[in-house]
């Protein structure tokens, strides 16, 4: 099996990582085109198609190495881009390069001139075989990151409270959503935040705030957070909704909430299938801000640990840039359709999560 790779096509670039967005490679963002609103992004390989270069290396998980430049897989790609034309009705021409690499390079450019401005191209290793993957950003929801806060299950009866878990329990699943226990930057901030505070320090938001951490590692919010990751109380989630009696406006509104968002507990795909870098860099300094940083549970969203999480994520949105939900799609030869975002799935998730995450964040006491 094959490491998955991101082909490199034009001359080679440096990295890029500027704030303005503004530098993009010349594979992924043609000149004539400005995808994903504006995004950075950095250069793929280091390894670029060059005319004196006749083969391009990949390794594979045992380290050893084999030519992805070979005729077989420029006539793949090439008799993909005919048919792809052919499915658009558009009649085009192939001149080939003088080498494989400069034939290739002329089958992205010549790709690139038949697709709609708001689909992006890239040419990608999979199954041992070169495809040309088209791409396409699905539309983002209204908050920048998608922390849903489960602190108002500490103010809510027991039944409704089970309920609530029962509910986020298999939401979390289904799109594969984890917790802030679980984000790559956990140790460090229990580390950092701790670092800047004097044990002997008597300052009553110090100590609050090393209350809180405590309770992060070992006390409550850990216990409630590994609760709902771990435990659901009712298989049926959709009855249980509907036996439960709110007792006033919140809860009702809650109710219909998780009513609303029953799709979201049994998706054809999770949300996170959709989380495609079309701007994959192998070895970046910085790395993009992945969708599952997005996307998470949280215990608060305004405490110091939820607080010196958005730090991080900010810091690294200077440097790098975001992953969105996208749709792709593999052209082969014998491709039978035009490529198309018919699933909206992520519009849905993102339009729910705007009202459910707001309705949670406002229990009034």
Request: charged share 25%; with cysteine.
């Amino acid at each position: 099996m094959q490491t998955p790779e991101r082909i490199t096509v034009g001359t080679a670039r440096k990295a890029t990582h500027k704030s303005d967005r503004e530098a993009l490679s010349l594979r992924s963002e043609p000149a004539k085109k400005n995808y994903s609103a504006q995004r950075c992004c950095n250069s793929f390989l280091k390894t670029t198609f060059q005319s004196t270069v006749p083969s391009f290396i990949i390794k594979d998980y045992g380290e050893d190495t084999f030519n992805i430049i070979t005729q077989e897989n420029y006539d793949f790609l090439r008799d993909s881009y005919f048919r792809y034309a052919e499915l658009l009705n558009v009649k085009v021409d192939h001149t080939p390069g003088k080498t494989l690499n400069e034939s290739i390079n002329h089958l992205y450019y010549e790709m690139q001139t038949i697709l709609s401005d708001n689909i992006g191209l890239n040419i990608e290793m999979y199954d041992s075989r070169l495809h040309f993957t088209l791409w396409k950003c699905h539309r983002w929801g209204t908050c920048k990151l998608y922390y849903f806060p489960v602190k108002f299950l500490t103010r809510i009866n027991n039944g409704l409270r089970r309920i609530a878990i029962s509910f986020l329990n298999k939401f979390m699943h289904a799109n594969r959503i984890g917790s802030i226990l679980d984000c790559d930057e956990h140790d460090c901030i229990m580390e950092c935040v701790l670092m800047d505070y004097d044990t002997n320090e008597a300052d009553k938001e110090i100590i609050r705030d090393r209350k809180r951490i405590e309770s992060y590692q070992s006390g409550a919010i850990h216990k409630l957070l590994r609760r709902v990751e771990s435990k659901s109380y009712h298989n049926d989630i959709h009855t249980a909704l509907h036996g439960y009696k709110p007792v006033n406006a919140w809860e009702s509104k809650f109710i219909d909430a998780m009513l609303d968002g029953m799709e979201f507990l049994e998706p054809k795909k999770p949300i996170m299938h959709y989380a495609y870098d079309p701007y994959y860099d192998n070895d970046p300094d910085i790395r993009p801000v992945g969708l599952h940083r997005q996307i998470c549970i949280v215990y608060e969203e305004d405490d110091i640990v939820t607080r010196t999480l958005i730090d991080f994520i900010n810091s690294d949105y200077q440097e790098s840039y975001e992953i969105i939900p996208v749709t792709t799609m593999k052209l082969t030869p014998k491709t039978e359709s035009l490529f198309k975002i018919s699933d909206e799935y992520p519009e849905r998730f993102f339009q729910w999560s705007d009202k459910f995450i707001n309705i949670i964040s406002n229990l009034e006491s």
